[in-house]
């Protein structure tokens, strides 16, 4: 049974900082490529910040300069670093994940809420 397990959501002021976390299990992490997504009310879920099993990084532009992505592959967790926040980050984050090497599959956590306010 796949879990992803996300932490280290919660309501912080415009220009502070949050890190999120996911916990996988049931996954070959290692050879799985992880991924934060969000999803404002309203709007569609879209890509935030990605690593690939070979520590390849992508970002929204949106999070450019502001976020950090990593993982870490003995704990098997990813984590998003965000910084410098702006009450447009404010949405549930998702953890994704599309396991490896073979058979690829997309896997979801339950969602963490991130709301910038002052």
């Known amino acids: 049974q796949v879990q992803l397990v996300e932490s280290g959501g919660g309501l912080v002021q415009p220009g502070g900082s949050l890190r999120l976390s996911c916990a996988a299990s049931g996954i070959i992490f290692r050879f799985s490529d992880m991924g934060w997504y969000r999803q404002a009310p309203g709007k569609q879920r879209d890509l935030v910040a990605a690593?690939?099993?070979?520590?390849?990084?992508n970002y929204a532009d949106s999070a450019k300069g502001r976020f950090t992505i990593s993982r870490d592959n003995a704990k098997n967790t990813v984590s998003l670093q965000m910084n410098s926040l702006k009450p447009e980050d404010t949405a549930v984050y998702y953890c994704?994940?599309?396991?490896?090497?073979?058979?690829?599959?997309?896997?979801w956590g339950q969602g963490t809420q991130v709301t910038v306010s002052s």
């Open positions: 994704n994940a599309i396991s490896g090497p073979f058979n690829r599959r997309n896997y």
């Open positions: 690593i690939t099993s070979g520590g390849s990084t």
